[in-house]
């Protein structure tokens, strides 16, 4: 079972900065990344999928990017509505599986 | 719009059944594998089970091998997923999602809980 690390745990961010967040596979997993976006008591949300590419509706501002096993996804510019946990999961091989998130908070 | 609303969680005794539902809208359901996530409390995400299109395919994480199954009902435009024996370490909210080429879930309900405890 591949292991996926995220960092950091916690990351405090003024609205308006940028955040980046790092997610590590233990072993090669492609470019078979997908990125999650999940606030309290709502649906977890699809943004990126195959490391870089936004999934539908999803703003500019997020955009992901790596292969192998260090992926990164950035957000610019950030809104109000972007404080969540965010979720990397890798689809490479069964069974699928995901990093522990990584809280985005208001600094 | 893709919706998708899980019902059926609740609070049932170690060893025991339930029965989660997921009815789906907004899309030909016919044509994607379904899926059921779960997360427990303080936990990542897990993966718990993948329905083929047509239910002739399923997969499930080696947790829940042997207890639980996952089904589907085209007709009706919903999936579930009957958990048997069930253990204090299924404690979880459990989410079912529509797959996107099998390999990840591009929609989620919102999660209905499952608590197991005496």
């Known amino acids: 079972e591949i292991l996926m690390t995220q960092s950091p745990a916690t990351l405090s961010v003024s609205p308006g900065e940028s955040a980046t967040l790092s997610c590590r596979a233990s072993q090669s997993v492609s470019n078979s990344l997908a990125w999650y976006q999940h606030k309290p008591g709502q649906a977890p949300r699809l943004l990126i999928f195959g490391a870089s590419t936004r999934a539908t509706g999803i703003p500019a501002r997020f955009s992901g990017s790596g292969s192998g096993t260090e992926f990164t996804l950035t957000i610019i510019s950030l809104q109000s509505d972007d404080f969540a946990v965010y979720y990397c999961?890798?689809?490479?091989?069964?069974?699928?599986?995901f990093g522990q998130g990584t809280r985005v908070e208001i600094k | 719009e893709v919706q998708l609303a899980e019902s059926g969680g609740g609070l049932v005794q170690p060893g025991g059944s339930l029965r989660l539902s997921c009815a789906a809208s907004g899309f030909t359901f016919s044509d994607y594998w379904m899926s059921w996530v779960r997360q427990a409390p303080g936990k990542r995400l897990e993966w718990v089970a993948n329905i083929k299109e047509d239910g002739s395919d399923k997969y499930y994480a080696d947790s829940v091998k042997g207890r639980f199954t996952i089904s589907r009902d085209n007709a009706k435009n919903s999936f579930f997923l009957q958990m048997n024996s069930l253990r204090a370490d299924d404690t979880a909210v459990y989410y079912c999602?529509?797959?996107?080429?099998?390999?990840?879930?591009?929609?989620w309900g919102q999660g209905t809980l499952v608590t197991v405890s005496s």
């Open positions: 999961q890798q689809f490479n091989s069964w069974p699928r599986t």
């Open positions: 999602g529509r797959d996107l080429a099998a390999s990840l879930v591009d929609y």
